[in-house]
């Protein structure tokens, strides 16, 4: 019992419902804009400006939501809370590193390397330093993350193969990629096992497992799931932006910020890492790999 009620129990309930409302209202603020602006063609990928309506990437996010919700949580506790200090500043250095990440980006243009220089040293370097070499917070590390039930791994599948077919099959599938006619097989092959590396584990073990977690401890899981989404969604303008940077920030709460609310919860729930690599999987693969048939 004790150890339900450090999980429902964050440390600053009041600051986290101001971040819930507070980021909510950012992206529906974000909609509200775009669709004033005639700009609610939102784009769905970096290697081109092609765009699809922005609503079509919110029906299989929030169809998956449903999906989760539905079905029981899958987690077992490991044990105690954290100890508070090390945890709050864990969760609040990852948040410096996230904004940091976030606005270098956008002032680099998204550009290579500087791009993936940044993103290794932010989202992998420097955390690596912060949770491996002091040793005093293995513990509380351990303690961080909850692990599912061993017969229940496979939970995840409805919601994700929810999202999978109506992102990627009927009349809201996101269009096919010509790049693997474009490239010889080793370099399509080269290219998706680095995105995958570079981008959906990197991101998603940043973002969920280490980002995420903490902040659920602090000020509750729907506002850490809502905090997080917006900054993984914020580092995209660097990349997808067109030089405007309302309209890409409300690009991007809309698109990823979104999707970032169905991983966010896929995470929360699950504390499985395969459900939310094969999304994130999906979003930067299948477009390629559909292309081929």
Do not use: C
Not at 4 to 29: C, D, E, F, N, Y
Not at 51 to 80: C, D, E, N, Y
Not at 262 to 279: A, D, K
């Amino acid at each position: 019992m004790r150890n339900k009620a450090w999980r429902s129990s964050p440390h600053h309930p009041t600051l986290g419902l101001g971040i819930l409302v507070a980021g909510l209202a950012l992206i529906a603020g974000a909609a509200l804009w775009l669709a004033l602006s005639g700009n609610s063609g939102i784009r769905y990928s970096a290697d081109h400006v092609d765009t699809v309506p922005m609503w079509h990437r919110w029906i299989p996010a929030l169809t998956g939501l449903v999906f989760i919700r539905l079905l029981p949580p899958r987690t077992t506790s490991t044990g105690a809370a954290p100890a508070r200090g090390g945890l709050h500043l864990q969760a609040i250095l990852l948040l410096v590193l996230a904004t940091l990440f976030a606005a270098g980006s956008w002032l680099s243009g998204g550009g290579e390397p500087a791009h993936t220089l940044l993103k290794l040293v932010l989202l992998l370097a420097l955390p690596a330093l912060l949770f491996w070499l002091p040793r005093r917070d293995s513990a509380d590390r351990s303690q961080i993350h909850e692990r599912p039930a061993t017969w229940r791994h496979y939970g995840p599948v409805a919601p994700v193969t929810a999202w999978l077919a109506l992102t990627y099959a009927g009349p809201l599938a996101v269009p096919s990629s010509d790049y693997a006619a474009r490239v010889d097989l080793v370099t399509l092959v080269l290219t998706i096992v680095v995105v995958f590396s570079v981008n959906s584990l990197l991101e998603e073990v940043f973002y969920r497992r280490w980002l995420q977690s903490r902040w659920e401890h602090i000020i509750g899981r729907w506002p850490a799931i809502v905090l997080t989404s917006l900054l993984w969604a914020a580092w995209h303008v660097g990349i997808q932006g067109t030089g405007h940077l309302p309209t890409d920030l409300s690009s991007a709460f809309v698109n990823q910020g979104v999707q970032g609310l169905f991983l966010g919860y896929l995470w929360s729930r699950y504390r499985l890492m395969w459900p939310v690599l094969v999304v994130h999987g999906a979003m930067n693969a299948a477009p390629i790999l559909l292309g081929m048939l």
